[in-house]
């Protein structure tokens, strides 16, 4: 127990900058300097360690949020009490914004995933600025159709019983919003520990390491220094069917 412990305080992520925190949004980066600066003075960052509730469907909250560094995710409850993950929010990425703007309570519970940074922008502050700024009203309509399109196919791969599918299924997720080209194939561009991963498919590390290692053998992907290359994505896709 120990042991565990330790490694999980030796995990914690450093505590980012509120501003590097806001510059990492290209969202939010479409707003003029002043704006800017008027939500790195009002919003303050907060930590959330892993499994914790942020808040639940149908919340009021006063903020939204804004992941510095960790995962969180977006979950619904089915009618028989079955809960589903509808997204995964990175580095970089708003959550329970567009209940901001629509004015409604958060319409899925928001829970870290990962030990968490996120910064609380207060919708009392950012309100006014949305008002105002078109190419961020813009900018916010079509990511929530992107997003809609993501929850769904997110929902559909994450409902499979198999380990192996889950995992994959998070592998192009997490490419979708973090993956580059690279020599050896499409880099996902965000540190993952092994317990990240396993958490991000609802299954254990050591289910995890075995999948990954047999994956690595076969030539489907490759790690290293934390960072997964997807080498052979065709061949990674058919872990899925």
Request: charged share 20%.
């Amino acid at each position: 127990m120990l042991m565990s412990l330790a490694a999980d305080l030796f995990n914690f992520p450093d505590r980012p900058s509120i501003l590097d925190v806001l510059r990492s949004s290209t969202l939010l980066n479409s707003l003029h300097a002043e704006e800017f600066d008027d939500l790195a003075r009002t919003s303050h960052l907060a930590f959330a360690e892993r499994g914790d509730t942020i808040w639940i469907r149908g919340a009021d909250t006063d903020f939204f949020g804004l992941v510095g560094s960790g995962f969180v995710k977006m979950v619904m409850s089915s009618a028989t009490g079955q809960e589903m993950t509808a997204e995964l929010m990175g580095p970089g990425q708003v959550f329970g914004l567009l209940g901001t703007v629509q004015g409604t309570g958060c319409p899925l519970s928001a829970r870290a995933v990962t030990h968490v940074w996120y910064l609380k922008v207060p919708k009392r502050e950012f309100l006014p600025i949305y008002q105002k700024a078109d190419v961020l009203k813009d900018a916010l309509m079509r990511r929530t159709t992107n997003r809609l399109q993501q929850a769904y196919v997110m929902m559909s791969r994450m409902s499979s019983g198999k380990v192996s599918e889950r995992i994959a299924a998070v592998l192009f997720i997490l490419a979708d919003s973090y993956g580059r080209p690279g020599t050896g194939g499409l880099e996902v561009r965000v540190p993952l520990t092994r317990q990240d991963i396993a958490d991000l498919a609802g299954t254990t590390v050591e289910s995890t390491i075995r999948v990954m290692s047999r994956w690595q053998k076969a030539g489907l992907i490759s790690t290293e220094h934390r960072m997964v290359t997807l080498t052979d994505e065709e061949g990674l896709a058919r872990q899925m069917r």
